[in-house]
């Protein structure tokens, strides 16, 4: 058996590092020197295409670290398949600055979008995996987890769908993501 608390700390550590890492391409190019405030200006808005990207990667990657730590289990260990698992999991995750700045370097050519939701599409479906292997988990987490993994599927297919129609705006599908708390919410309620 694995400490739990052991996984948790280097789970921590890759997210805090991912999600700081999404951001060093969303910056001003070093030969940039505004003679006025309004070329300034134009220069900031047209990191929107690098900063859409940084801003659903952290959120992802967000609701991803959110999810895992409210995914209740009695376990206080793990066994030696569940961590291979979450160690390709992972992978996957530090994988997302890269494929962040690739998409949002060329988020107007499909295959930097098949990138970025491959990537996205492969954290949920190893993520679906660890699901069904943790120890002891509460009904209701499970569905909520399962919920959320699916929505970011699905929501990755249809920007991949999007990208063969108009590649620029396909990025967009993946903003559905953000519905998940949403979804959490009104499904507990329901309850």
């Given at each position: ?42 220069a900031l808005f047209g ?72 990537n996205i599409i492969l ?21 909520d987890h399962q919920v ?44």
């Open positions: 058996m694995y400490p739990r608390t052991r996984l948790d700390a280097l789970t921590d550590g890759i997210f805090a590092v991912a999600m700081t890492l999404l951001v060093l391409d969303v910056r001003l190019p070093d030969d940039l020197h505004p003679r006025d405030a309004a070329e300034l200006l134009r990191l929107m295409p690098k900063f859409l990207p940084y801003v659903i990667s952290f959120g992802v990657l967000g609701l991803r670290w959110l999810r895992g730590i409210e995914l209740r289990s009695d376990g206080e260990g793990f066994g030696r398949e569940y961590v291979y698992w979450w160690l390709l999991y992972l992978l996957l995750i530090t994988c997302v600055p890269f494929s962040a700045i690739v998409v949002g370097r060329f988020a107007n050519l499909a295959p930097a979008i098949w990138l970025y939701a491959g954290i949920s479906a190893v993520g679906l995996r660890l699901v069904a292997l943790v120890p002891r988990v509460e009904p209701g987490d499970l569905l959320s993994l699916i929505l970011m599927i699905l929501s990755s297919v249809l920007a991949i769908s999007l990208s063969f129609v108009n590649p620029s705006q396909a990025l967009w599908a993946l903003v559905l993501n953000f519905a998940s708390p949403a979804i959490k919410s009104r499904r507990r309620k329901l309850s």
